[in-house]
């Protein structure tokens, strides 16, 4: 009787503990699952949508090829993907929101915060090794509230949660929040030309105010076909043809400086009922065709030439049109110098002056 007695209190003291266990560890992972806002594998990350109480909204989605667009319409800036892909995969956990601040920053997040979904290709079976029945799925969504009071963490809160967290990104002096921007220029590619040589058909360079120095190149096959004045149809003589591929591989990879879109109607409408300074169409051998127009910026802060006299135009940036003239963006010389070239530039012994005609190129 007696060993039967110990026996159900041993069973009974067995499951008492096996139920703090299992309640313990359901406590532990709940709160960890509202806590985890760290990607463990960014690699498998598909689709990545982000929006505000504001109706701004992107959407990133990776393709097979690996390359990642904006809203299915534009690529995407790879820096800008890889910096919020490696925040997802780094960022930590600081503490949970103080009690006294809780229902503050709560409301904070409910109507400033940016809500982020994260897609990632996972499998239906996935055990001891085995992967079977991959698919997409929505793994994370959480939402990215504004700076703490140090200006060295963010607030942070997973959905169906009601503990926000205080979360950083070690080795940042500063917080993240920008990184999960809802503006789509944050995420647009900056790309104008990224074409090899082997890829171009033909390239015209027009210049409206200066004719003369107008011309075309033609190629087949990635050689030098032919080099023509348009103003008269006719080929340059003494061509000097290593300056003619310099200029050809100046295409490989040009980007602009950024969007102005937003400009002020009238200032913009100022600049583009203006003759354009250069016209450049590129065709490449799937015959799509690339044209960007770009126009002279007023020089606003009156910079000077080597004898001291104001110069009429900014020296060191253009405004340009492109993407189908979708797109009005700042471009800078630096950048655009090895592809606007005159004409008269690809004679042999032609040297460029120190300084620019003026509207000349």
């Known amino acids: 009787m007696k060993k039967n007695k110990y026996i159900l209190l041993f069973v009974i003291l067995l ?25 463990t594998d960014t690699s498998t990350v598909t ?16 393709k097979e ?3 990642w667009m904006l809203d299915d319409s534009y690529v995407a800036l790879k820096f800008n993907v890889d910096l919020m892909l490696k925040t997802m995969s780094d960022i930590q956990v600081k503490a949970p929101v103080a009690l006294a601040a809780h229902n503050t920053i709560v409301k904070h997040l409910a109507v400033n915060g940016v809500k982020v979904e994260i897609y990632q290709m996972v499998y239906r079976v996935d055990l001891l090794g085995i992967r079977l029945f991959r698919h997409e799925k929505l ?4 939402y990215i509230g504004g700076a703490t009071p140090d200006n060295q963490a963010c607030y942070a809160l997973m959905e169906n949660s009601e503990e926000p967290f ?9 917080f993240v929040t920008p990184r999960f921007s809802t503006i789509e220029r944050y995420w647009r590619d900056l790309t104008v030309f990224k074409t090899n040589i082997e890829e171009i058909r033909s390239v015209k360079l027009e210049v409206p105010g200066n004719p003369e120095y107008s011309f075309e190149v033609q190629l087949d096959k990635g050689r030098l076909k032919n080099f023509i004045s348009l103003i008269d149809n006719k080929p340059l003589k003494d061509l000097d043809t290593l300056k003619v591929l310099n200029f050809l591989s100046g295409f490989r990879n040009v980007n602009f400086e950024t969007f102005l879109n937003d400009m002020d109607k009238h200032t913009k409408d100022s600049v583009l009922n203006t003759s354009p300074f250069i016209i450049i169409t590129l065709t490449d051998t799937l015959n799509k065709t690339k044209v960007v127009k770009t126009y002279h910026k007023g020089n606003l802060f009156g910079q000077k030439d080597f004898q001291g006299r104001v110069l009429p135009y900014d020296p060191d940036r253009l405004y340009a049109l492109v993407n189908d003239g979708k797109d009005f963006v700042l471009i800078q010389y630096f950048a655009f110098n090895k592809i606007l ?14 300084e620019k005609p003026e509207g000349a190129y």
């Open 341 to 354: 070239r005159p004409k008269p530039y690809f004679a042999k012994g032609f040297k460029m002056p120190q």
């Open 166 to 174: 205080v979360i950083y990104l070690p080795g940042l002096r500063g």
């Open 15 to 39: 499951g008492v503990v096996a139920l703090i266990l299992i309640f313990s560890n359901s406590t532990t992972t709940f709160r960890r699952s509202m806590s985890d806002f760290a990607l």
């Open 47 to 62: 689709k990545i949508f982000m929006s505000d109480k504001n109706n701004n909204s992107v959407k990133l989605s990776r």
């Open 139 to 142: 793994t994370k969504v959480y």
């Open 65 to 67: 090829t690996g390359i």
